[in-house]
């Protein structure tokens, strides 16, 4: 079992960043970890994606070149800072675990989401 908290969402303006964090515990040893977010009224989407050993990693054409996952294992915890934002970030973003990297876009563990608001 794997348990994900998030945290560092909240309100800023467009333009602005924000780095979110999640905290991770429990069977988390090579896993590959994640962050997707669901705007209102849409679908969950897929964000970035980051290996065990951090030398692998996936983006979005959405948010590629503006958000940056990193993790650091000795302290359980991968990151997401987001920079740029635009009033279109504004979701709930969930932190996620996976197996492997090539599972990374269908992950099995889900945090329980930080909500982001960016306004105009």
């Known amino acids: 079992q794997v348990q994900l908290v998030e945290s560092g969402g909240g309100l800023v303006q467009a333009g602005g960043s924000l780095r979110l964090t999640c905290t991770a515990s429990?069977?988390?040893?090579?896993?590959?970890m994640g962050w997707f977010r669901q705007p209102p009224g849409k679908e969950r989407e897929f964000l970035a994606a980051?290996?065990?050993?951090?030398?692998?990693?996936l983006y979005a054409d959405s948010v590629k070149g503006r958000f940056t996952i990193s993790r650091d294992n000795a302290k359980n915890t991968v990151y997401l800072q987001m920079n740029s934002l635009k009033p279109d970030d504004t979701a709930v973003y969930y932190c996620?675990?996976?197996?492997?990297?090539?599972?990374?876009?269908?992950?099995?563990?889900w945090g329980q989401g930080t909500q982001v608001t960016v306004s105009s």
């Open positions: 429990g069977r988390t040893f090579g896993s590959a």
């Open positions: 980051i290996s065990w050993g951090g030398t692998s990693t």
């Open positions: 996620t675990s996976a197996p492997n990297m090539a599972l990374a876009r269908s992950p099995n563990y």
